[in-house]
C-alpha cells in the first residue's frame, strides 16, 4: 500500500475512493490513467477495510463476556 494512502484517515480515504469510482464510472479517460485511478482504489479499499477491521476488533475487545451472544 503506497504511504500516503496508508496515513490516510478512513473518512479521507472513503471519500478519495467515492471519487475514484465517480471517475472510473464517468469514463472519458485512457487506458493508463484507467489503471492508475483502478490501482488507487484498490489500494484505498484495502485501507478503508483495514481501519474497519480494526475498529470492529477494538468493539469486540470492550464488549463484556457473553455480549455476542445476546446480540439479536
Not at 465517480?22 to 479517460?29: D, I
Not at 485501507?47 to 439479536?72: D, I, K, S
Amino acid at each position: 500500500m503506497p504511504a500516503d494512502v496508508a496515513a490516510l484517515g478512513f473518512e479521507q480515504a472513503r471519500d478519495e475512493l467515492a471519487e475514484v469510482v465517480r471517475r472510473l464510472e464517468a469514463g472519458g479517460t485512457g487506458l493508463e490513467e484507467s489503471l492508475a485511478l483502478w490501482e488507487r482504489g484498490e489500494a484505498l479499499a484495502e485501507a478503508c477495510r483495514r481501519w474497519l477491521e480494526g475498529a470492529r476488533a477494538r468493539l469486540g475487545a470492550a464488549e463484556p463476556a457473553g455480549a455476542e451472544e445476546r446480540r439479536p
